[in-house]
């Protein structure tokens, strides 16, 4: 079984600041990982993905994150915060040869002027 | 590239009616899904359609649930009778591949929130 742990279900930043949305993963076999985010009203969108190779992986709007095996991690970055980041973004995990995701719960990301 | 479309975009039922979704995936998509996202959760798969035909609805709960793909184009998810539980956004998606895989990114529609009085 696959499960996805999204630690804080709101984070909020000033603009400017760094940006950091944590995601642990439960997997027997090697994962997919996946980060999506969603804007008001809207559905969801592929930010940036992790299948094989490097561990490093950037993804759209200036947002990266990384594999990292040993913790079971695939936090999400971004240097600077932009108003425009506001929305909730979720972290997804699949395995075991299915490309299905299994979505975590999200975290809401708050932007501050 | 027009993307996924799903109508109403918004419905309000009493418990015990009926009620339907609709979705049109990007044209020449293969595969389409339908989630329903409850309020504070992430996404749930309902089914998987591979051109017209069912590929995963394991999480269908077929007692009031159903859907069909006609021509494996468009789709509809229905409800019968609806539980106040049934209360979540339903999200339909489409990917190219009919095969799937990793690669095949999947693009989501706008979604129908669904309010169950």
């Known amino acids: 079984a696959q499960s996805v742990t999204q630690l804080g279900s709101h984070v909020s930043v000033s603009e400017g600041a760094l940006v950091l949305l944590r995601c642990n993963y439960s997997?027997?076999?090697?994962?997919?990982l996946f980060w999506y985010v969603q804007y008001p009203n809207q559905g969801l969108q592929l930010l940036l993905k992790y299948t094989t190779g490097a561990t490093l992986v950037k993804g759209i709007n200036g947002f990266e994150a990384e594999f990292k095996k040993s913790e079971t991690s695939f936090h999400l970055t971004k240097p600077s915060a932009h108003m425009s980041d506001a929305a909730e973004y979720f972290c997804a995990v699949s395995s075991g040869g299915s490309y299905i995701p299994t979505f975590g719960r999200g975290t809401s990301l708050i932007v501050h002027p | 590239e027009a993307g996924v479309a799903q109508s109403p975009r918004y419905k309000i039922i009493e418990k015990r009616q009926s009620v339907a979704f609709w979705c049109n995936p990007i044209s020449g998509h293969a595969t389409l899904y339908w989630y329903q996202q409850i309020l504070g959760q992430g996404p749930k798969l309902l089914i998987q359609f591979q051109n017209n035909g069912v590929v995963d609805d394991s999480q269908l709960p077929k007692d009031r649930f159903s859907a069909e793909r006609l021509k494996g184009v468009d789709s509809t998810l229905k409800i019968q009778p609806a539980k106040l539980e049934d209360s979540a956004v339903y999200l339909c998606a489409s990917s190219l591949s009919p095969t799937g895989g990793v690669t095949d990114t999947q693009y989501f529609g706008p979604g129908t929130r669904l309010t169950v009085l």
């Open positions: 997997s027997s076999v090697p994962p997919y």
